[in-house]
C-alpha cells in the first residue's frame, strides 16, 4: 500500500483459486502504471473469483473501500458498494456483470466497466474442442477405450453421425467479442456461420455469413447443425432455449454452452439427449453451480460436462485483463471514453 493520496484505487484480486489470483507481477503492473496523483491499496485478504465474484467481501477491503474512488475486483457485492463514501467507477475482472447490477448500483452515477473479450480465445477454442468431439465420435472412442473394445462399427455405419466440419451450419446466440472469436475459428474449419445479436445494425463480424436479430432465432434454429451460446445473461436473454425450442432443434444437432447456464432450459435439454433426438452438448455453464449431484445431466453419456473451466489459460489471462484495466485507468484519468462500458440497463 502506498501512501495515500487524493485519490485512491482498492485492488481485490486475492483469488483463493490461485489461477485467478493477481500475480505479484501484476501488481507491479498496477503499481507502475498508476497515474500521478493516485494511490493503490492491494487486499491482502482472500476473495472469490467463482462466477462473477463474492458475495460477501473481506473485512479488509471493507475499511479499505470506504474513501476509494476506484475499485478493482471480481465484480462488486452490494455490501461492498453500500461501504463507499466516493466510489466513481468500478472495473470487473469479470467477463460479466455478475452480481454488480443490484437496485443501488444501477440507480447511481458510479461507471461500471468489465474484462469482456478477455476469456474469448481459449473458451473459443473450447468450443471448437468440443464440437469435434463429438463430430469425430470421440465420445464412442473414450467409452470403448476404457471397455479395451476393438470396435468400428459406430464410425463406419452408414448413419454413421461422424462428420467434418466444412459446410455444417453453426448458429452463434451472441455474435459479440466471444461470438466473434469463435465465428472465426470454425469459419475457418469450412462452417457457414449465422450470428444472433441483440442490434444487427451493427452489421456481421468476420467470419459470419449473415446476422440476425433475436426475432429471427425461431427461425433459424431448426436449421442449425450446431447452436452456440455466447450471449450474455440479461432479462431478455434468459431462459432464451425454452423447452419449445430445444424441440425445434434438427435431429442430430449439438448445443454448446459457454455463456450462462440460465440461458436454457436445463431439465427440457437432459429430455431431449436421453431421448436420442440430439447427437449431444457441451456444457461448461450450469443454472446452478456446482452442478448438483442429482441432475440427469451426469448421467448421460452424450454430455460432455466441465466444471466451468472453458476460460482457463494459465499465464494468459492477466497480462489480457490488465491491458484493458491499465489503458481504462489512463482513460478514466484523463476523463477518456472507457473500454468495455457495461450498459447498467441493458445489463452487459
Given amino acids: 500500500m502506498t501512501e495515500r493520496s487524493t485519490r485512491l484505487l482498492v485492488v481485490d484480486l486475492a483469488a483463493r483459486s490461485k489461477n485467478w489470483a493477481l500475480t505479484s507481477e501484476g501488481e507491479r503492473t498496477i503499481l507502475s502504471t498508476a497515474p500521478n496523483g493516485w494511490a493503490v491499496h492491494v487486499v491482502r485478504s482472500l476473495t472469490s473469483s467463482d462466477g462473477d465474484g463474492p458475495r460477501e467481501p473481506s473485512t479488509e477491503a471493507m475499511e479499505a473501500v470506504r474513501d476509494a474512488e476506484a475499485y478493482f475486483g471480481f465484480g462488486m457485492p452490494r455490501p461492498l458498494f453500500l461501504e463507499t463514501r466516493a466510489l466513481r467507477w468500478v472495473h470487473s475482472a469479470a467477463a460479466g456483470v455478475g452480481n454488480s447490477l443490484y437496485p443501488e448500483m444501477l440507480k447511481s452515477d458510479v461507471v461500471l466497466t468489465n474484462s469482456a473479450g478477455v476469456h474469448a480465445v481459449p473458451i473459443a477454442e473450447y468450443v471448437v474442442a468440443g464440437i469435434l468431439h463429438f463430430f469425430r465420435g470421440l465420445d464412442i472412442a473414450a467409452v470403448?477405450?476404457?471397455?479395451?473394445?476393438?470396435?468400428?462399427?459406430?464410425?463406419?455405419?452408414?448413419?454413421?453421425?461422424?462428420r467434418e466440419v466444412?459446410?455444417?451450419?453453426?448458429?452463434?446466440?451472441?455474435?459479440?467479442?466471444?461470438?466473434?472469436?469463435?465465428?472465426?475459428?470454425?469459419?475457418?474449419?469450412?462452417?457457414?456461420?449465422?450470428?444472433?445479436?441483440?442490434?444487427?445494425?451493427?452489421?456481421?463480424?468476420?467470419?459470419?455469413?449473415?446476422?440476425?436479430?433475436?426475432?429471427?432465432?425461431?427461425?433459424?434454429l431448426p436449421e442449425a447443425?450446431?447452436?452456440?451460446?455466447?450471449?450474455?445473461?440479461?432479462?431478455?436473454?434468459?431462459?432464451?432455449?425454452?423447452?419449445?425450442?430445444?424441440?425445434?432443434?434438427?435431429?442430430?444437432?449439438?448445443?454448446v454452452n459457454v455463456a450462462r447456464g440460465a440461458l436454457v432450459d436445463e431439465n427440457a435439454l437432459a429430455e431431449e439427449l436421453g431421448g436420442g433426438r440430439l447427437r449431444g452438448a457441451?456444457?461448461?455453464?450450469?443454472?446452478?453451480e456446482p452442478l448438483a449431484s442429482d441432475s440427469r445431466l451426469w448421467q448421460l453419456r452424450n454430455v460432455l460436462l466441465t466444471p466451468h473451466i472453458s476460460p482457463v489459460s494459465?499465464?494468459?489471462?492477466?497480462?489480457?485483463?490488465?491491458?484493458?484495466?491499465?489503458?481504462?485507468?489512463?482513460?478514466?484519468?484523463?476523463?477518456?471514453?472507457?473500454?468495455?462500458?457495461?450498459?447498467?440497463?441493458?445489463?452487459?
Fill in 225 to 255: 447443425d450446431v447452436v452456440v451460446l455466447t450471449a450474455p445473461l440479461t432479462a431478455e436473454s434468459s431462459g432464451i432455449l425454452t423447452a419449445d425450442r430445444l424441440k425445434r432443434l434438427k435431429r442430430g444437432s449439438i448445443l
Fill in 314 to 348: 494459465p499465464g494468459r489471462f492477466w497480462p489480457r485483463a490488465l491491458d484493458v484495466f491499465c489503458d481504462n485507468w489512463r482513460r478514466y484519468d484523463r476523463g477518456e471514453p472507457l473500454r468495455n462500458l457495461v450498459d447498467k440497463q441493458a445489463g452487459y
Fill in 166 to 220: 466444412t459446410d455444417t451450419r453453426v448458429l452463434i446466440v451472441g455474435a459479440g467479442g466471444l461470438g466473434g472469436e469463435v465465428g472465426t475459428r470454425l469459419s475457418a474449419l469450412g462452417a457457414r456461420c449465422v450470428g444472433v445479436r441483440r442490434r444487427p445494425q451493427l452489421g456481421t463480424p468476420a467470419g459470419f455469413e449473415r446476422v440476425v436479430g433475436p426475432d429471427g432465432l425461431d427461425e433459424e
Fill in 144 to 162: 470403448q477405450q476404457r471397455e479395451m473394445r476393438w470396435d468400428k462399427t459406430f464410425f463406419v455405419a452408414e448413419d454413421s453421425p461422424v
Fill in 282 to 288: 457441451v456444457l461448461d455453464v450450469f443454472q446452478k
